[in-house]
């Protein structure tokens, strides 16, 4: 092939203007650290306070942690290239990097089908929660999520790290995704397509088939047995989880299960940006700023930590 070649290097796409690139880097920067720093608190806050040893503070501290990986795999990478002005990226980290993004997008999926399900008991089936949603059950769901993760990213990333690709190896993205690759490979990718796309509606049809049925029955549930004053706080409580999660699901699915043959635009670069930052962002507010019991949990966590260190205080002086 004159036109292909074994690429041990990529190039990802960039921006050109040093004025533009620094604001990229600055406010990817932030978000990234805005991200990180709230997912780890909730990580640490919901481990400590024993209050929050529930099935939902479960799920939510590994979805956290999720979030916070997921964010390191893209968003940090493409803040240092944004500030060292280098777009390269070898093939061996590109193949890397798929592997995560696929790993995590499918595990982040099933993470939200399940707190779909534990809000679903918790409020149409107070009663049987401890038995239903018991700790070695929670346990087992997340085990089978993060092994099922791995193969389903091992067999989507195997075939295609083999492929040769074309000399114009740039990545219309800021990030190395399955079709960005697809589409630099100069093999026939037809059947890495239908598999992606059978997968995908394998995978995720009956996950998202099952969360919209799940919120029908949480709604009916409130509207038939809750007061206004509750009624309102189960509104508000699922209703933003509702639109992160539209956000999350209808532009992954976009870029994911559409033709590789569709060139690439820059509508690639700002769909990925609302699969990839965004709902981890959206996670944090919804589950921090605006969960009183996390704040609570915050405040004494704060005020243990002060009492000890004025204790210690006053016995050395």
């Given at each position: 092939m004159l036109n292909s070649t074994m690429m041990v290097e990529f190039l990802l796409m960039g921006f050109s203007d040093?004025?533009?690139?620094?604001?990229?880097?600055?406010?990817?920067?932030?978000?990234?650290l805005v991200t990180l720093t709230g997912n780890f608190l909730i990580v640490i806050v919901t481990t400590l306070d024993k209050s929050l040893h529930t099935p939902m503070y479960f799920f939510l501290r590994n979805?956290?942690?999720?979030?916070?990986?997921?964010?390191?795999?893209?968003?940090?990478?493409?803040?240092?290239n944004s500030l060292l002005d280098s777009s390269v990226i070898s093939k061996?980290?590109?193949?890397?990097?798929?592997?995560?993004?696929?790993?995590?997008?499918?595990?982040?999926?099933?993470?939200?089908?399940?707190?779909?399900?534990?809000?679903?008991?918790?409020?149409?089936?107070?009663l049987h929660y401890p038995v239903i949603m018991n700790p070695q059950i929670c346990v087992h769901m997340t085990l089978a999520?993060?092994?099922?993760?791995?193969?389903?990213s091992g067999f989507h990333?195997?075939?295609?790290?083999?492929?040769?690709?074309?000399?114009?190896?740039?990545?219309h993205q800021f990030f190395?995704?399955?079709?960005?690759?697809?589409?630099?490979?100069?093999?026939?990718?037809?059947?890495?397509e239908i598999i992606n796309i059978a997968s995908g509606l394998v995978i995720g049809g009956p996950s998202i088939i099952f969360i919209i049925r799940t919120y029908i029955h949480i709604f009916s549930t409130v509207v038939k047995f809750s007061s206004g004053e509750d009624r309102e706080k189960d509104f508000a409580t699922c209703i933003p989880h509702i639109l992160v999660m539209s956000v999350f699901l209808s532009s992954s699915f976009y870029v994911y299960l559409r033709s590789s043959g569709i060139s690439a635009t820059?509508?690639?670069?700002?769909?990925?940006?609302f699969y990839s930052i965004i709902p981890p962002l959206?996670?944090?507010?919804?589950?921090?700023?605006?969960?009183?019991?996390?704040?609570?949990?915050?405040?004494?966590?704060?005020?243990?930590?002060?009492?000890?260190?004025?204790?210690?205080?006053?016995?050395?002086?």
């Open positions: 040093i004025e533009v690139r620094v604001l990229h880097a600055l406010s990817f920067s932030l978000m990234y979805l956290s942690f999720l979030d916070a990986c997921y964010t390191s795999v893209t968003v940090r990478n493409s803040c240092v061996a980290g590109c193949v890397a990097q798929v592997f995560l993004v696929v790993f995590f997008v499918y595990v982040e999926l099933l993470f939200l089908t399940f707190m779909a399900y534990d809000c679903s008991v918790v409020i149409c089936h107070p999520s993060v092994l099922s993760g791995l193969v389903n990333t195997g075939t295609p790290s083999g492929y040769p690709f074309v000399i114009a190896n740039v990545i190395c995704d399955m079709p960005s690759l697809l589409k630099l490979s100069c093999s026939d990718t037809f059947c890495n820059i509508q690639d670069m700002v769909l990925s940006v959206f996670y944090l507010i919804i589950y921090s700023l605006r969960n009183e019991q996390i704040n609570c949990a915050i405040r004494k966590i704060m005020k243990k930590n002060l009492f000890r260190k004025l204790l210690r205080f006053t016995r050395n002086y």
